[in-house]
Structures are given as structure tokens and as C-alpha cells.
């Protein structure tokens, strides 16, 4: 098959079923399979385990990353999860110090109480990494961009770095998807994405995957996918499936638009910051044209005004809907201090910049003209609040 992307996402691993010859991927709903004997079955014996529906959306989605492996779960917070479980109790974890809340939430109430350590660090600059690195550090985890502040990491040099020690690096792309960037390409090990977001691109579903081509880290990962359980429904894998085949075109116009937007919202003096990696006064401008096709569809954003104004701005707004989430077709706001980003300690939070000004926009599809005339009513009812 082709390697363009365009054409993997309609086809990879969505032949013609061979039983009727649909087009579309049938949903195999059944938990279980005749087996023709004790344990001579045809392939699948029980859904948890393997599932025709899940085998497509796998196979569509290694494809996409390049990876010789998927292995997909019910959220992405399952496929962290996943993955961290593949670690051992005392193993240490290098975080980026921007994640997004449920995924620090994880390392900090979940897994420390079973003898995970982790640091979070800065790590656009690989000196950090280096210098936060123990002896018993197996993995370094990442964001780019990251989540909400929008920072890009150099993977390339984070891989070298994590490949000398002989540590892991996984990155999650929920936020570049494989349209813009393409993390094993850069010498990662692993990849993982919230699925309910771009891959899907509808906010009808939730899920998580796990990309890899590394044979001993994929064998853990089905292992776990199947020892603990936390598998997407044939059904949701069904509407990951549908929602794929348009990724391409909706992430050029997700691109188009928040490039746009971003550079307007600059010049407005309602704005004290736009966070937005397509921006030349972002700090990592030149690495995110080098390893990015494109800065994304996200923008956060500080208001002048603080928290009066950032709620101003997101009552006001009639389009961009105020809600967690990011990546559908539709455009929506939200305050991460508040919202998506409540389980990060204040502290941490405010050195970060994620203060009661601070804004997330994840830019949609709809008509540029409308979103921009949408944001500036949000931004005169923020003026009119300070
Ligand atoms: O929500 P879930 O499918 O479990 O995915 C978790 C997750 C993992 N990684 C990144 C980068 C994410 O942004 C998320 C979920 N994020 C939101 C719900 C949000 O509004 O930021």
C-alpha cells in the first residue's frame, strides 16, 4: 500500500471483509468466538483479547505512526496507564513539566502509591533531562506541543539522549497527530494519543492508543491490554475508524485557521500572550517548523484582566463552546486553572503560566470569518469586564 498518509488513514487495515465483501469495517460486537475445538479457534477467542473490529483500527493506526505495533484502550488515560504499568515498582519517570492534568494525576494518585517515582522538568532544554536523569530513571514521558502550554520539545535530541542511556522515550501526540508529526521517524520508542481528540475529530467518542516498534514493549502492551482490561468497544473502535478517513483534510484546515487566529488574537490588546507554536515570537519557533508539517489547531491564550476576564470572555463566546476536550470538528474554550488542569498543584501551575487569565482555544472547522468574529465578541465582553 501507498505510505501517504492521506491513504492510510481511509485504508490501512480495512480490506473488503472477506466474509461479504463490505466496504465500510463491520462492527463485531460479539464477545465471544466458536472455537472448532478446545482451543482451536480461528484467530480471536474472546473480545478482551482480540477483536476484528479493534484488529482494523489497530493495524490503521500503527500505519499512521509508522509503528509496526497498536494496541488500543478505552481512553487515554488507559494507554498511559498501560504503559506505565509496563514499568517496575522504584523505577523512576522523567515527565515534561506540561501534561495534561489527568495525566499527572496518574504518576501523582495512582501509581506513586505503587513505587513509581517521577520528576517533572522543563525539557526544552536536553541539559535538564540530563541532569535530572537517576540511576534507576527507565523512562522519559513528553508532550509536544504540550498540554495547555503549547511548548515544543526537541524529540530527536530527546531520543538520542534516552537511546545513549538505554531508556525509553514515548511521546504523547495527541496534540500534532501523525498529519504533523511523526515522533518514531525522530528515534522515540513509543507514542500514545488521546483518541477521543483529532484522531477521532468528533467528540463522539473515548479512547487511547499505544504505537510501537519495539517487539518487546508491544508483547508487554498486549499483555496488558488483555490482563487489565481496559479495551475500546468494537463500536467506538468502529467510529475511531470513520472519524480517521477525513484527518488529513481536517487537520489542514484546523492548521489554517488557528494560524490565523493566532497571529490576529497577537495583535489585540485585550491579549497580554498568545501561546502558539506557528508564532515567531514562540520560543520554540524554529524546532516546531523543523519537526512539526504544521503548529497545530490549539491556542491558549493569557487575557489582560485575569480571572473577571477570562470569564467574561468564555460567557460571551457563542461558537467556540466552553468545555474540556479538544480536536473536533467544532471549536471549544476552556479554562485550564479550573477546568482541565485543576489537579496540577497551584504552585507548579502558576510557574508554568497557567493563571486565572489563561485560556484554551482548540480551533474547529467551521467558517474562519465566524470564529474570528466570534472571538471578538469573547474579547469585548473581557474589555467590558476590566
Ligand atoms: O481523556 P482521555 O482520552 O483519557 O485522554 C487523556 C489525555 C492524554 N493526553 C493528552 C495530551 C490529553 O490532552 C488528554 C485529555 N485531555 C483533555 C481532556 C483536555 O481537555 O485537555
Known amino acids: ?44 477467542d474472546y473480545s478482551r483479547a482480540g477483536n476484528p473490529t479493534r484488529d482494523a483500527l489497530e493495524k490503521c493506526l500503527a500505519a499512521l505512526e509508522g509503528a509496526t505495533h497498536c494496541v488500543a484502550f478505552g481512553s487515554g488515560c488507559a494507554a498511559t496507564t498501560a504503559v506505565l504499568l509496563a514499568l517496575n515498582a522504584g523505577d523512576h519517570v522523567l515527565v515534561g513539566d506540561d501534561v495534561y492534568g489527568g495525566t499527572f494525576r496518574i504518576f501523582d494518585k495512582v501509581l506513586k502509591q505503587f513505587g513509581l517515582q517521577s520528576t517533572s522538568i522543563d525539557m526544552t532544554d536536553v541539559k535538564h533531562v540530563r541532569e535530572a536523569m537517576r540511576p534507576n530513571t527507565r523512562l522519559i514521558w513528553l508532550e509536544t506541543p504540550s498540554n495547555p502550554m503549547l511548548k515544543v520539545f526537541d524529540i530527536a535530541a530527546i531520543a538520542t539522549f534516552a537511546r545513549e542511556k538505554g531508556i525509553l522515550l514515548a511521546v504523547d501526540n495527541t496534540f500534532a497527530t501523525p498529519m504533523l508529526q511523526l515522533p518514531l521517524s525522530l528515534g522515540a520508542h513509543l507514542v500514545v494519543h488521546s483518541t477521543t481528540k483529532y484522531l477521532n475529530g468528533h467528540s463522539d467518542m473515548v479512547g487511547g492508543a499505544a504505537m510501537t516498534s519495539d517487539e518487546t514493549l508491544a508483547e508487554k502492551l498486549h499483555f496488558l491490554q488483555k490482563a487489565v482490561g481496559a479495551v475500546p468497544s468494537p463500536f467506538d473502535c468502529y467510529m475511531l475508524l470513520r472519524g480517521l478517513k477525513t484527518l488529513g483534510v481536517r487537520m489542514e484546515r484546523h492548521v489554517l485557521s488557528a494560524r490565523h487566529l493566532a497571529e490576529w488574537l497577537g495583535s489585540r490588546p485585550e491579549v497580554n500572550h498568545v501561546y502558539y507554536p506557528g508564532l515567531a515570537t514562540h520560543p520554540q519557533y524554529a524546532l516546531a517548523k523543523k519537526q512539526m508539517k504544521g503548529p497545530g489547531g490549539m491556542i491558549s491564550l493569557e487575557l489582560r484582566g485575569g480571572l473577571p476576564a477570562a470569564a467574561a470572555f468564555l460567557g460571551a463566546l457563542r461558537l467556540f463552546v466552553c468545555a474540556e476536550s479538544l480536536g473536533g470538528v467544532e471549536s471549544l474554550a476552556e479554562h485550564p486553572a479550573i477546568m482541565t488542569h485543576a489537579s496540577i498543584p497551584p504552585a507548579q501551575r502558576a510557574a508554568l503560566g497557567i493563571n486565572d487569565g489563561f485560556v484554551r482555544l482548540s480551533v474547529g472547522i467551521e467558517a474562519l470569518s465566524d470564529l474570528q468574529a466570534d472571538l471578538e465578541g469573547g474579547l469585548k465582553a473581557a474589555r467590558a469586564a476590566t
Do not use: K, W
Open 1 to 44: 500500500m501507498s505510505d501517504h498518509l492521506d491513504t492510510l488513514c481511509i485504508h490501512a487495515g480495512q480490506e473488503p471483509d472477506a466474509s461479504h465483501g463490505a466496504v465500510m469495517t463491520p462492527i463485531v460486537l460479539s464477545s465471544t468466538f466458536a472455537q472448532d475445538g478446545p482451543g482451536n479457534h480461528r484467530g480471536y
